[in-house]
Each structure stands twice: as C-alpha cells, then as structure tokens.
C-alpha cells in the first residue's frame, strides 16, 4: 500500500457525489473465514464448489448436501466483524458511502453496523421450502438437521427446506438487480476483496464509472480500475478514512 495509492482513492472518494461498496471474500479472511480462491488457503482448492453448494446436489442428492455442504455454511455463523468490515460501517456513517453490496453470506457487514447492504448471494438467516415458498429461521433448519431429520422437512406441506443461500445453479435475488441500478447511478465502486472470477456479480464492475480495486491479489479486472491497492482490506481502509478525515 503506497502513500500515493491511498492519496489517489481518497480524492475519487471525496469527488464522488455517490459510491458504492462491492466485497467478496477476501473482506472476512481477517475474522477467521477462509476465501475461496486465495492460493493454498481458498476453500475450493479441497472441496468442488459443485459438490458442496450446487443447486444439483441440494435437489438430486438432497442427504449428501445436508452432511456436508450445510456444514460449510454453519462454520461461518459465528465468526465477528474485523477492522475492514467496521471501517465501511464507519464509512456510511460518516457519508462517504451509500452502501455495501456483498457477495458473502457471514452476515458480518450488518454485525458491524452497516445499515445499507444488499445481498447478492443470498445470506445465511433464513431458508425457505422449495415446494411453498414459506421462509423460516435458518436454526429451524439446523435444529431438524441436528434431529436427524434430513433433509429438513416443513411443517406447513412437508416440503423441503432449504437455506436462502445462492447456489451454482439458482437464479440470483432481487437484491443483484437493485445493486447493478445503484452502481449505474453511481460515479464510484469501490471492490474490496473480491477476484472477481464469478459471474454475474463480476459484471457489476463493468458498469462503474469509476473503480477502485482493494485485493491482496491483482485480479482479472484491475485494468479497469482508476487505482489498485494490493493489500490488507481493513489495513487500507483505516488508511483512507484517516486521509478522508484529515481535512
Ligand atoms: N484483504 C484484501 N484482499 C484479500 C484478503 C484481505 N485480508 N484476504 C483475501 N483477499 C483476496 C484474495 O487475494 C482473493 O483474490 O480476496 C479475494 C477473494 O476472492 P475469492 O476467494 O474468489 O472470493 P469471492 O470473489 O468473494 O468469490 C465470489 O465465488 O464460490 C463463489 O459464491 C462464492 O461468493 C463467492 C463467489
């Protein structure tokens, strides 16, 4: 992180009349969740993202994803918020940000204070039944799971329930629509933590007037942005809302 790097994003922020935030992953790697993709740490360099979270494993192989993939999600219900995720909450306190669109489903961003976030992945509260749509509390479907009741049935027609979490295979939420209209009527997008290597989220870059790029790794889109910044999310963005408060 160069003095020069910080300097540059912080003058796009204070010229931007409208910014919006896009994280993935590598936001919560600081709290103890593994990313996805970083080498030797990513999680799907031991596990087939198809095998674990895909749409075809929930329907046709309904146990298998109950004893292994519904795990994965559990694991990050009780992980905290770290320094990057509370500077973006301190962000749109202060104005500089109207809000976070994130690809992650830890719940950490509204845990830190954020107010304005849309999930573009689902998130990791609620499920819901696949045949009558009734949403239900995430822990009743890991209390029936825990009672050995798999797949967890619902109670209003006997259903299957499933977590309200974007699988390969589902259509992404209303919340994916609402993110790339913010993003269009904004002058800046800020991606903290993100490779970017899936779609359709990565799309929403493309729409950005103005780009700035926080990530440990270059990614796929650097090219697009007006500032990259390699490295550490909350180190950086501690950094720039030192600089942003300096005046
Ligand atoms: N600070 C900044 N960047 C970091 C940090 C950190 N502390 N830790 C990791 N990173 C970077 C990594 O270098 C990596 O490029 O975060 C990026 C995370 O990329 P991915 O693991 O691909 O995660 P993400 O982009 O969120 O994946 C998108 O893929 O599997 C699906 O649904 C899943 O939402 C996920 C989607």
Known sequence: MSLEE????????????KTMVLTGAGI?????????????????????????????????????????????????????????HYALA????????KGVITQNIDNLHYKAGSKYILEVHGNTREGS?????????????????????????CDKCGGILRPDVVFFGDMLPDDFNIALQEVETSDLLIVI????????????????????????????????????IHDKAGKVLETIIEELEKE
């Open 129 to 153: 039944c696949i045949k009558c749509g009734t949403i239900v509390d995430l822990n009743i479907l890991i209390n029936k799971v825990n009672n050995k009741e798999i797949p967890p049935k």
């Open 193 to 228: 933590g993100s490779s970017l290597m899936v779609s359709p989220v990565n799309y929403i870059p493309q729409v950005a007037k103005k780009l700035i790029i926080i990530n440990m790794e270059p990614t796929i889109m650097d090219s697009l942005a007006e500032t990259t």
């Open 28 to 84: 919560s790697t600081e709290s103890g969740i593994p990313d996805f993709r970083s080498p030797g740490t990513g999680l799907w360099e031991n596990i087939d993202p198809m095998e674990a979270l895909s749409t075809s494993v929930l329907y046709n192989n309904t146990e298998k994803f109950y004893k292994e993939g519904f795990n994965m999600l559990l694991n990050m219900t009780d992980a905290e918020p770290n320094r990057a």
């Open 6 to 17: 910080i300097k540059k994003a912080t003058k796009l922020i204070k010229d931007s009349s």
């Open 90 to 97: 301190e962000m749109e306190r202060l104005g500089y940000i």
